[in-house]
């Protein structure tokens, strides 16, 4: 497993909850700089939660949807995503914003918006 590692994702139906977890095992990064991504069949990956912000900063749709929280003594962020929709399925990642520019990506955890 690499330091930054997702889990939580699977099958949720539309209007459901899904939270997913991101635990970074590495001191050299802080949940204080690890952001939300996702990437859907096809489409470029986007940010969809910004660490230093305990909601979205995305100022879509999104931002009334998704949940940004952190549990320092878990040395673990989370994404709540209320209210799911189809347009939601993706692999969502999480990451260090350094890291990120430097192409370093884990496994991710995919999310499944299914009836």
């Known amino acids: 497993q690499g330091p930054i590692v997702e889990s939580g994702g699977g099958l949720v139906q539309p209007g459901g909850s899904l939270r997913l977890s991101c635990v970074v095992s590495?001191?050299?990064?802080?949940?204080?700089?690890v952001n939300w991504y996702r990437q859907a069949p096809g489409k470029q990956r986007e940010l969809v939660a910004v660490?230093?912000?305990?909601?979205?900063n995305d100022p879509n749709s999104l931002k009334s949807r998704f949940t940004n929280s952190r549990d320092s003594a878990r040395n673990a962020v989370y994404l709540q995503i209320n209210n799911a929709k189809p347009e939601d399925a993706a692999v969502y990642y999480c990451?260090?914003?350094?890291?990120?520019?430097?192409?370093?990506w884990g496994q991710g955890t995919q999310v499944t918006v299914a009836a």
């Open positions: 990451n260090d914003a350094v890291r990120s520019q430097f192409g370093l």
């Open positions: 590495d001191s050299l990064y802080n949940i204080a700089n």
């Open positions: 660490a230093t912000s305990d909601t979205t």
